[in-house]
């Protein structure tokens, strides 16, 4: 993520380049996830880096006959770290502005890794998956990739200089090395792929990446001759080219999360085609056209500014503090990015690359003091937090449980809304029949849904606990460590977005249907994220009545509406996320999809048009864990107690 130094030929294109996998970055991490393979620009950063850093060190080593890696490591140390501690200043600033406990709890140990290039490690040992980063957002996550890159710049140089040193310089046991390398990359990933472990291992790891590095450097072992880049022309480098575009394309606009491709060779795959991509930009033509365009050559040439600085300003500019979502809210957090980045670019990183300094402080001596100040802002930053956020979070109490024990009992935490509060009663009766082999902790709120928006008419019963929800929700989870967490949200999701928007978006809208499930996979990774099962409550009909509600005057509770969320959104879900399971309430309250308020003509199911009545609770909850969970009612003994025998799933329906 870095623009070459002075000694190698300068290329617009490739500045271009690295606009263009800025740019995808921000299309994935930005506002609504608009694009989502545009986590592969990492990996076009990656290749870039291997390509620039080798071809450096060969045209240093053809010059003077070594490499200087003393002058080397200074240099990329003066290139880098101005902005990483930037970077990690603004993180911790953030954290003491508007994080949430769990980010405050967790900062120290995020900054100290970011500052030792370890973020990689501590996300790779806390096992949550990448894109767990949008469910439980340290401000310092995307530093993962800096750290890998940090380590390959002092890893790499000695390798080389190894191997200069015991084949005699020659470039073709080199290229074979390499390539050797490349190939074991990949096939540790694979292998570890195929053998079942964690994604965040396969994604994080160094060792696992380390092939889309040496696809960049391989290239230049062919390219870098003499001072100069000579790109490949040969016969049917047209049709290359065309390939490596069509496949870099297609990868981008079709890759989704975790996508299982990528961890069976498409990194490397993808890696070679950027190496393609990489060759075609240096050579005259369409493509180098393109990419020296000037908007993508000036975003390019700021690029590692606006990746170090753009995370933070995310997570602050949020729907709910600007009250824009979409292609709007992208625009404002990328431009706000890009001007943190631009003046970092002219005011701190510049002069300290090409200069003594700043205003007259040698880099020498601002550097260590930078230093020192960063670490003492990353511990002020990761203080525990006030006691408003702990009386918030405290709202609902949690049971009197000890500490999660091997044999210990099982727990249940129950989060949503009104009916998910209902069935959690239900849940809790159950559990009260085990002599506290089950433990639950019912943190439901009414009127809360899990989509949220400032000056919300519909909103007035919403509570900051509904507003804040994943920090609510982390919270709970931290403390309780449930075994299962059972969620319920439907109604209150299902209004129109914006709402009181003319324009406003259903259900059934590309639109809408993608932003509702990124709300609802970041509320299971969430609630997954410390292990737990999770169970999804579905959406049951309502009553006539319920229509005149301020929420039925909104129209989310039509009963298409709830059809559409039951029978298409959330089986998309759970695809996306296999290991959530479903529980139909639905067809267990609404006999041929009628509302009624009773079942079999005495068994009295709903004290309103919306909620569920205490018996009925019970018996939905008794058939939620019967039929999903059904491993907790295996308990040992009579699980039941106190005259309540262990429930069947024939028995719970």
Known sequence: MQRPDTSLPYSAALDGLRGVAIALVLLFHGAGRLLSGGYLGVSTFFTLSGFLITSLLLLEHERRGRIDLVRFWTRRLRRLMPAALLGIALAAAFVL??????????????????????ANFRAMSGGASYWQ??????????????????????????????IARLAGATRRVLRVVLALLAVASTALMVVLALSGA????????????????????????????????????????????????????????????DAPFFYRGGFTLYALATAGLLNAALTPGVLGALLAARPLVLLGRI?????????????????????????????????VTIALASASWLLVERPIRTTTGVLGVRAGTLLPGALAATVALVLVAGRPRSVAWTRLMNSSPMPAVGAKVPGGPTRILVLGDSLAFNLGYGIAMWANGTDGRV?????????????????????????????????????????????????????????????????????????????????????VDIASSRGARVVWINTPCVGPEAYDSPLGRSGAMQPELIAYLDQKLLPALAASRPGVAVFDLFTRLCPDGRFVRS?????????DDVHLEPSAARDAGQALIATTLPDILHLGGEAGGRGTRRLSPAAAR
């Open 97 to 118: 502005h508007a994080g949430t406990p769990s980010q405050s709890a967790h900062f120290r140990w995020d900054g100290v890794a970011a500052l030792v290039y370890g």
């Open 599 to 607: 079942l079999d003509g005495n068994r009295r199911t709903r004290f």
């Open 439 to 523: 433990v639950v902790w019912n943190a439901a709120q009414y009127g809360c849904g899990l989509v949220q928006q400032p000056d919300d008419p519909w909103a007035a019963h919403e509570t900051d606990a509904c507003y804040y929800w994943p920090s609510f929700w982390e919270e709970k989870i931290d403390r309780f460590e449930p075994d299962v967490v059972v969620i319920g949200s439907g109604l209150w999701d299902l209004r129109p977005q914006p709402v009181g928007a003319p324009d406003a978006r259903w259900p059934g809208d590309p639109i809408f249907d993608r932003q509702l499930l990124d709300v609802y996979r970041r509320a």
């Open 303 to 335: 690029s590692y500014g606006v990746y170090v600085y753009h995370w933070p300003v995310v997570l602050y500019l949020d729907t709910g503090r600007t009250g824009l979502s979409g292609v709007a809210l992208l625009l404002l957090q990328a431009g």
């Open 133 to 162: 980063m949008f469910s439980r957002p340290s401000p310092l996550q995307h530093y993962w990739s800096l750290s890998i890159e940090e380590q390959f710049y002092l890893v790499y140089p000695l390798l080389l200089l190894g």
């Open 198 to 257: 964690h994604n965040a291992r396969l994604y994080f790891g160094t060792d696992t990446r380390a092939a889309e590095f040496l696809v960049g450097a391989l290239l230049a072992t062919f390219l870098a001759h003499h001072g100069e880049l000579r790109p490949w022309r040969g016969h049917g480098s047209a049709v290359v080219t065309l390939a490596c575009a069509t496949f870099v394309i297609v990868a981008v606009a079709a890759a989704g999360e």
